[in-house]
């Protein structure tokens, strides 16, 4: 990446980002010409869930979750809309010795739940109608990826789970596992560990999939918000290795 002062006094402009390989959601592709980028809309009209409108992290249930994401606002409301963030590295680090314990080096079970059959709610419950591939068998399928990640470029543990696509803790059925991970999923999303960002139009906001978790939060009604999205592996990490946490 360069930097390239545009004045003495201030302003850059960057070049030569390389965010690596963008990621398609194969349940939920883009246009035909770019489908690695998701079109994120929520018409004024519209009083329906929103894509992201849960605490969750990109694209966890595919076999290789992306490392990263851009997101990036074409049209805001004049106000709401924001995005919330938490810090899933913070949610471990401050996690009881005892839950630490249970979780270090065992795996947790994710599916693609809202894109499959499994618990998809109605279609007039969702915004961006028909966006979504529906009655795939395959994102309902189980993909098993360690509960807690060590980070490959900084070595930070964090936890890697999820209320949107995480379902249960390996060796534990989902019943047994519903409680843990609810406690889970409160600890990690506690105010103390979150971030909230107030978007303004032309704004493009990147974030560590390896490292947190975000909730699109819904309350704009009768306010057109546009916004596109793209998921990436970055080339220099290493690859995705689950089985090896
Ligand atoms: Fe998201």
């Keep these: 990446m360069q930097t390239h002062p545009i004045t003495g006094l201030f302003g850059a402009e960057i070049t030569g980002v390389d965010f690596g390989r963008p990621a398609v959601n194969p349940y939920a592709p883009g246009p035909e010409a770019h489908p690695e980028m998701t079109y994120i809309v929520k018409e004024a009209h519209e009083r ?19 490392g990263g994401s851009v997101l990036c606002s074409l049209e805001v409301p004049p106000y709401g809309g924001d995005t919330m963030f938490c810090s899933q590295q913070a949610a471990w680090d401050s996690l009881a010795p005892a839950l630490k314990d249970l979780l270090d080096g065992r795996r947790v079970a994710h599916v693609g739940k809202p894109y499959g059959i ?25 993909r098993m990826h360690p509960a807690v990640l060590t980070h490959p470029v900084t070595g930070r543990k964090g936890l890697y789970i ?15 596992s519903r409680p843990i991970l609810q406690e889970l999923f409160g600890h990690c999303t ?56």
């Design 48 to 66: 329906t869930g929103v894509f992201g409108g849960g605490w969750h992290t990109d694209l966890s249930f595919l076999d290789q979750p992306p």
């Design 162 to 176: 999820n209320p949107t696509y995480a379902l249960r803790l390996d060796g534990l059925s989902e019943e047994m």
């Design 190 to 245: 506690l105010p103390e560990h979150s971030l909230r960002i107030r978007w303004e139009k032309d704004m493009i906001v990147v974030w560590d999939n390896y490292a947190t978790q975000h909730y699109a939060i819904n309350d704009y009604h009768g306010h057109r918000r546009e916004m596109r999205r793209i998921a990436f592996w970055n080339e220099g990490l290493p690859a995705w290795a689950p089985e090896a946490a």
């Design 118 to 142: 499994k618990w998809a709610p109605p279609l007039e419950e969702q915004a961006m109608k028909g966006s979504t591939k529906r009655g795939d068998p395959d994102a309902d399928r189980e």
